[in-house]
């Protein structure tokens, strides 16, 4: 990185993956220049700060930023403990983004609408890897201004971006105009966002750990509420996806979590309907009428759309990527994710190498780098930034020597279908061999799935 010396490097996102690269590349002596769009680090999590997580303390910070944190008297929580999303940003974002360190070089209310070279557009090939960067950014004060920088890590996550209603991977028609009808895709039915949901006829749509969590939350809130009316539309002929292996399920969260839908949908609690690809939907005054490709129709107060999420590449279109066609992850990357193959996908420690793209100290990290997969783990992030710091200061040795510690479970049944998301050294052999969603676990780590506090009667 040539002009790191003068510049400095763009980290668009303040969420776990992108503070942890800043906190790499201070140590590097590189300095960071953070753009969040949110108006605090997290800001994404802030949506599903009602959600536990599945992974541990231990699994979800960064060792560099700990350095940082300790060094300011922090202290760690208890290693074993799965905190709420609430807890990750309370006991640890905030306080990372609150270190003079990192405040100094942060700004909140920064969107990035575009990143470039200067004065190149893409088709311009010629000084290309040695032309600094210009990120485009929307300023809280209603500024628009571009900043020139040495190289940019894009740590912006997929949440701002969720799949669409429809099938073949476009809106359905009306989605957009529906917009106000359409919550959020983890609401806390229970408890913020209740006011939206009690009495309410609930459409929920999907068919991953989002929507068994949203649904049984919601029958939760029918106990209370008993106008509240749950419906259910999987694209699937049946839910066992959902469902999973009830008792007998290899995975005692998922299949405890799989029973309770099962059970709920038999007791008449949740009105199922299988094989619903949505065509259209047709906003009402106060409602919304859902039409199936087969000419079905729906009628709901509020449509919860549960259907996984998938990265923001308009922002990227000025640069040369390397993108896997399907996945949209780094183009080595996306075969050993891609959920539609890999119903227990394993994958091998990466990171700069894996991570390079065409245009030279570009790197797309964190729950972006997964592209559309959905089994993106902070563990893996933060070793990705950890190498990807290395090699913009130019330590190739430490930047391509990656190792990850996961713990030695799965991360099965998630919204885009069952899949796992651990390295293969991670893996007993027996779980490698067969699979590990059908392998003993102690502890489910895994993504994304909802347990609203003390609300799902999970263990986890
Ligand atoms: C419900 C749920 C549960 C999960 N549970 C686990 C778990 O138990 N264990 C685990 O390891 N992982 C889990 N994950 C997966 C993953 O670790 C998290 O999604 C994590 O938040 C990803 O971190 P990130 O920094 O890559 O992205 P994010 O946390 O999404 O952060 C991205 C940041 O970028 C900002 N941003 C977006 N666009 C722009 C822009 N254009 N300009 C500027 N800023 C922008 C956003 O506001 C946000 O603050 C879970 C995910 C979900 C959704």
Redesign the pocket.
Known sequence: MDSAKKLPVAV???????LAAAAHLLERGLEPLI????TT?????EH?RH?R???PWR??TDAAAVRLLEAAGWEAPRPTALPY?GELIDKYLAPLGALPQISSRLQTG????AVTRQGLDKTHIKGRDTTPFVVRVEHADGETRDHAVAAVID??????TRNPLGTSGLPAIGEEAAGERISAP?PDVTGRDRASFAGRRVLVVGAGH?AANTLINLADLAKEEPDTRILWAVRGATAEKVYGGGDLDGLPARGQLGGRVRRLVEAGKIELHTGFGISSIKSLDSSVTVSAVDGRTLEADVVVPCTGFRP?LD?LRELRLNLDPAVEAPMELGPLIDPEFHSCGTVPPHGAKLLAHPDKDFYI????SYGRAPT????T?YEQVRSVAAALAGDQESADTVHLDLPETGVCSTDAGTSCDVPATALPAEAAESGCCAAPEPVL??????LAHGRSGTSN
């Open positions: 668009i996102g303040a969420g776990p993956i992108g753009f969040e769009a949110g680090a997290g800001a994404a999590i599903w959600i997580l599945f992974s699994f979800n999303g920064a969107r990035v609408t740590a912006s996550g997929t949440w701002s983890l989002s923001d922002i990290v964190g729950m972006k993106f783990l902070l563990a992030g780590v895994g993504f994304p799935t909802g």
